[in-house]
């Protein structure tokens, strides 16, 4: 169905993703279709119509390339092949086939910040200081008047993603080479043009193979201020938050602009761009994200998923506070609104279970899963629902640190003990903020592994698979997927969820949180209490048809923990 578009993105009409949800599959963790414990591509294809059940528009696949998956594929080894743990080209192909069958399209996960140490271009690289690929990535000399390879010599005192310094030593070559994540994934050096036409080469040979789209892995990262200075550092620590130096860097605006032309421009159909941005900040969301500009469509921004994040980061947890939630939502909303475009977004493969996470996963499971879907899915933007998530799928209950497989929470378990924490703490740090949460099979029935494998998943099986599980919900009233089911239909046909003008309705009870969408002379209106007690909401309930709503029982001036209602006037 072709829609016009709102006078302010008038250059993209007609934009067949604006009223489009995405799903995204993360592979590994999918469904396997030959007992090696591991998710792959004939997995994925056997399962299709689980999606075309939803209704979901659109699939974001997470990184199936050659990789020896330090960081499960986000360090790829080979852009153009398949790694053979998930199938091969010709399976790839077949998926391309059967998504496009069934009216979906395929959004490829992009990861052009980093390689893989194993990545021809970087064995090149290192092969020393004369290589004709050195300057792919960033090389340089131990500290002055440092002993290179010995502690604290590092060419800068930047931290990585993964603990340690973002540093390296090659004794081989007698340099250091730069890595924002883990040493396995080296930072490509995006100054030299070679490298960006290697990129968009890539970009293209993927486009004639038939995807729509690109997730951008990281990509606000890829533009470093070049001398790559210290960072201030906190008094008594070694290493430092660089972000200041390549976070939205000098030339990231540029860089995406040329990648437009180069790639997006001239295709017959519309490319679908989505950039993963740690750390943006609205105003350079705005410049990424209008269209006049010719960048992206749009971008992950993280303020909403950091809200529980304590001052030292992602593994101090504090409270969500819902008021803090409704501030955000009303500032990206009203700050792209107009000129650039929100994704909307609980889940994905780094963030634990939103359930688990801002709901309550035991007494309200089913009121907080259903609750917290609603009041995202009717802001303005683009809908993200990661696997597992239209079941209301949750964390999982590690006992032991033999159950990670996480590169980052496996790196900051040692980091954290080394550094004098005791275990219990640290254990509970990355049980609790650990992105293996996210990872564990999908839950497709109630049999053994959950009828993910026929062979020892790669990571354990959620427990509660017994009751919470895909052919438990679909096709069940009041289920969490019937529930995704609605929303997503809501969005398809009802114009007041894609163009509305977002108003946060002022006044509200702690742990409420309402707006209201204005199209024209049509109305909606979405109260949610997001607690576990039962409050009135400080806001006037509205007249007005009952769209939605989460529990059954009467209608008083009292909302149940956690319900749900929307109406339309
Ligand atoms: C992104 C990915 C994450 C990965 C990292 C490095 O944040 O989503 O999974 O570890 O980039 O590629």
Redesign the pocket.
Known sequence: MTRTVAAGRALQAPAWWRDAVVYQIYPRSFADSDGDGIGDLQGIIAHLDHLVTLGVDVVWL?PIYASPQA??G??ISDYRAIDPVFGSLDDFDELVEAMHARGLRLVM?L?V??TSDEHPWFVESASGPDSAKRDWYWWRPARPGTQPGSPGAEPNNWGA??SGPAWTFDPASGEYYLH???GK?PDLNWENPAVRHAIHDIMRWWLDRGVDGFRM??INYISKVPELPDAPSRPGEMLADGQAFYNCGPRLHEYLQEMHREVFADRPEHVLTIG?M?GVDLANALLATDPARRELDMVFQFEHVSLDHGTGGKWQRRRLEPDDLAATFERWQHGLAGRGWNSLYWN???QPRVVSRFGNDGQYWRESATALAAVLHLQQGTPFIYQGEELGMTNLPFREVGQLRD??SVNHYATALAAGVDEATAFEQVRWAG?DNARTPFQWDAGPRAGFSTGRPWIDVNPNHGWLNAAAQVGVGGSVFEFYRQLIALRHSDPVIVDGDFERLPGTAPGVLAYRRVLGDQQLTVIANLSDSPCRPGTDIPQGSLLLRNVTGLLTDTLAPWELRVFRS
Request: aromatic fraction near 12%.
């Open positions: 997470s960081d499960n986000y360090d996960d990861v910040n980093h993603v993964f924002l994540f883990a994934q892995d990281v993963e740690p994905n493969h780094d590169i980052e992105r």
